[in-house]
Structures are given as C-alpha cells and as structure tokens.
T-cell receptor, first 115, second 111 residues
Framework: NAGVMQNPRHLVRRRGQEARLRCSPM?????VYWYRQLPEEGLKFMVY????????ESGMPKERFSAEFPKEGPSILRIQQVVRGDSAAYFC?????????????FGDGTRLSIL | GENVEQHPSTLSVQEGDSAVIKCTYS??????FPWYKQELGKGPQLIID?????GEKKDQRIAVTLNKTAKHFSLHITETQPEDSAVYFC??????????FGAGTRLFVKA
C-alpha cells in the first residue's frame, strides 16, 4: 500500500537549467497538492490539481513555474530557468477527496539545490 | 483568507514531561484541524486530527483539544520520549481545498 512517491529525492541544477519534480499520489487519490518549504520554515501552498485540471495555482510564482497532472502518469512540477532562490524542499501531497476532514498525505519531498 | 498562528516556535522538555503546542486560526468557517509531525529529511506525517463537532480527541499519548469559540486548538503529548523530537505543524481547513499550515514547532525531548 504505497504512499505518495516523489522523485528524485535530491536534485541539483545550475542556474538557468530546468528542474522537473515528479509526484505519484496514493492509490485511488485524484487530488494533488504541491508545497514549498524553506529551511526552518513551514509549508507554503503552491498549487492544487485534479486529473488534467489546475484548480488553484494562487501560490505559484507567475513566471517560470508550472504544474500538471495528466490523465496517465505522475504530477509534474516544472521550474524553468532556475535561480538560487528556488533552492528549497518541494513536497507533494494527495487526498482521496477534497473538502473538510479529508487529510492530505505527504511524500518525502524533493530537495532542490541550485548551484 | 485563513491565517494560522502556532506557538511556541521551539520547545524543549525533559523526557517524561508533557509538551503542549498551541494554534489559533482566523476563519470561523474552518472545520477540520490536522496535526503533522515532520522528522528530519522526511515529509510531514499526519498524527492526529479533529473535526469541528468534537472538542477533544485522544490517541494514546497524544491528544488534541479544540475551542471553536476562541478559535484555538492545541496538541498535548504526555510522557514524552526522545523519538517525539521533531517539527510539529498544525493546520486548518475550511472545507475547501486549501489547508493552511502553521509555521511549525521544533520539539526537543532531552533524555
């Protein structure tokens, strides 16, 4: 009964490159959330997706960041032309449904380092 | 929008003592309050949750209380053990899709 799977666990990129972070939700979950966490800080909401739809991306930077959750395959968080400030841990969570009393289950994150 | 404040930011207790972490929220429509534990290098793990129609919930050494009038909720850990050392996050959910997290409490349990 696999939980939320994220890969890679660690990703190193040089400034200007692209970073692609993958998230496979728990079996049966169709709701995916992405969060960003800086060292010693809390979780900041970025985007909420259902299959093939972005429901809310109010936490995503307007440029360089995009997310998708295709009908088949994992959810992808894509960061283009990375900068040093993008260095952080990125966590994905999934839930069975949305709305009150449906917990989000988290993966172990991708730690992105920008050289 | 919802805002969740969490205190203290750091808490150090002696093994066997109790630890209490407090959170307040701003949106009276919030109706679900999960608590997460995050160990070093791991993702947050749900440890207990409470819904707005309940005032208290207990699971072994962990308990959560909710005061809807005052809009605050607390996590209580009794008989703390070194393995309880971690960062704990409270959160509030209005029944929509956006769960708002507190800033976290770093708990140290000294053996």
């Amino acid at each position: 009964n696999a939980g939320v799977m994220q890969n890679p666990r660690h990703l190193v990129r040089r400034r200007g490159q692209e970073a692609r972070l993958r998230c496979s939700p728990m079996k049966g979950h169709s709701h995916v959330y992405w969060y960003r966490q800086l060292p010693e800080e809390g979780l900041k909401f970025m985007v909420y997706l259902q299959k093939e739809n972005i429901i809310d991306e109010s936490g995503m930077p307007k440029e360089r960041f995009s997310a998708e959750f295709p009908k088949e395959g994992p959810s992808i968080l894509r960061i283009q032309q990375v900068v040093r400030g993008d260095s952080a841990a990125y966590f994905c969570a999934s839930s069975l449904e949305t709305g009150g009393d449906q917990p989000q289950h988290f993966g172990d994150g991708t730690r992105l380092s920008i050289l | 929008g919802e805002n969740v404040e969490q205190h203290p930011s750091t808490l150090s207790v002696q093994e066997g003592d109790s630890a209490v972490i407090k959170c307040t929220y701003s949106d009276s429509a919030s109706n679900y309050f999960p608590w997460y534990k995050q160990e070093l290098g791991k993702g947050p793990q749900l440890i207990i949750d409470i819904r707005s129609n309940v005032g208290e919930k207990k699971d072994q050494r962990i308990a959560v209380t909710l005061n809807k009038t005052a809009k605050h909720f607390s996590l209580h850990i009794t008989e703390t053990q070194p393995e309880d050392s971690a960062v704990y996050f409270c959160a509030a959910d209005t029944g929509g899709f956006k769960t708002i997290f507190g800033a976290g409490t770093r708990l140290f349990v000294k053996a």
